[in-house]
């Protein structure tokens, strides 16, 4: 009789844990879209310091770093670019190799968030006054890579 009991119960709590209640964060996306109505943002004729300020404003980020696969710095835009990819690049090693392969990492400081992600074989690192989604911190890459590696 005990057997039949365990077995119902992990039954039922293997139905419960593996409910996937992952949903498109469609009050984000509102938001979002509210504010990309409002403001209009051009990239036409502007140079890479520029370029950034745009980028940065656009997504509502404090600072953009992108660190090539070789450890190189490929653009940031504060002065603290060669230190945050030194950090970003052996935290995401030291995860990798002890727990798993990250998709994001995310840190949360006094007052504000550090985020390191790789897109398309280089490493991004952003920090914002709040967290992004994954989605957001995708978008931000493909602009980046769009607007102002292209160049």
């Known amino acids: 009789m ?5 077995g119902l119960l992990r039954a039922i709590a293997s139905g419960i844990l593996e409910i ?17 109505a409002k403001h209009r ?9 520029k370029l950034l300020t745009e980028l940065k404003r656009k997504h509502m980020v404090d600072s953009i770093t992108v660190i ?8 940031s835009s504060e002065g603290n670019g060669r230190s945050e990819g030194t950090l970003a690049t052996s935290l995401l090693r030291q995860i990798d ?3 798993a392969t990250p998709e994001t990492l995310m840190i949360k400081g006094l007052g504000s ?3 390191v992600f790789p897109f398309n074989e280089k490493t991004y690192i952003v920090r914002a006054p709040s967290s992004l989604s994954s989605i ?12 102002v590696l292209s160049e």
């Open 97 to 99: 190799s002890e727990l």
């Open 41 to 49: 943002f051009s990239f036409e004729g502007k140079e890479g310091a």
């Open 68 to 75: 090539g696969q070789s450890g190189e710095l490929v653009v």
């Open 136 to 147: 957001e911190l995708r978008a931000l890459a493909k602009d980046m890579e769009s607007v």
């Open 20 to 36: 996937d209640d992952t949903a498109v964060p469609y009050e984000q996306l509102e938001i979002l879209n509210d504010f990309l």
């Open 113 to 115: 968030w550090f985020m």
């Open 2 to 6: 005990p057997f039949r009991i365990g």
